[in-house]
């Protein structure tokens, strides 16, 4: 693959992502831009997961970069 044709393919796979999670669609495993979308669509779920995150964890050492933050 080249650069343009592997941008390409991202920018695919990002459309059909966002386009599945408006038709309903549920993620089990949030891997690559995914996450993204699903907690920029869920306002309030980000939110309690920010704040259970915060009192589980609050140095941030667990797991860290792996959540919505």
Known sequence: HN???RAKIG???TEAAAATLEKGAYFTQL???VPDIVYRKNEDYTSILKRVKKLL???GILNPGHLCF
């Open 3 to 5: 650069e343009a044709e």
């Open 11 to 13: 920018q695919i796979y």
């Open 31 to 33: 891997y690559g831009v």
């Open 57 to 59: 964890d609050p140095n």
